[in-house]
């Protein structure tokens, strides 16, 4: 539903990107993946949750808050997608 980034007061600046959002029951595992900067800068946060099929649970919204680190990243402009939308961009020092 909602991501937003961090500076961390660090040298180098380490970034994390808060996100929260709902996963569709509670029995759903939060999974996120982060690559490293493309020859674009652009660095692409894929966001997915897992379940086991063969266990039985309530279907009920299971809201989520997580931090994802991006680390320090080199001198440059990013721009920070996840699940191919931009939701941030980052000015490195």
């Known amino acids: 539903d909602e991501a937003q ?27 996120a993946n982060i ?27 299971e809201p989520f808050q997580t931090s994802i680190n991006l680390g320090p990243l080199s001198q440059g402009s990013y721009i920070v997608l996840m699940n191919g939308e931009q939701v941030a961009e980052i000015q490195a020092p």
Do not use: F
């Not at 500076?7 to 509670?26: D, F, N, R």
């Not at 690559?35 to 946060?45: A, L, M, T």
């Open 5 to 31: 980034l961090l500076t961390m007061e660090s040298y180098p600046p380490q970034y994390v990107l808060q996100v929260s959002g709902s996963l569709p029951t509670p029995c759903h595992k939060l999974r």
């Open 35 to 61: 690559s490293e900067p493309d020859s674009q800068n652009q660095i692409n946060v894929e966001l997915y949750s897992l379940v086991d099929p063969s266990v039985a649970c309530i279907q009920v919204l």
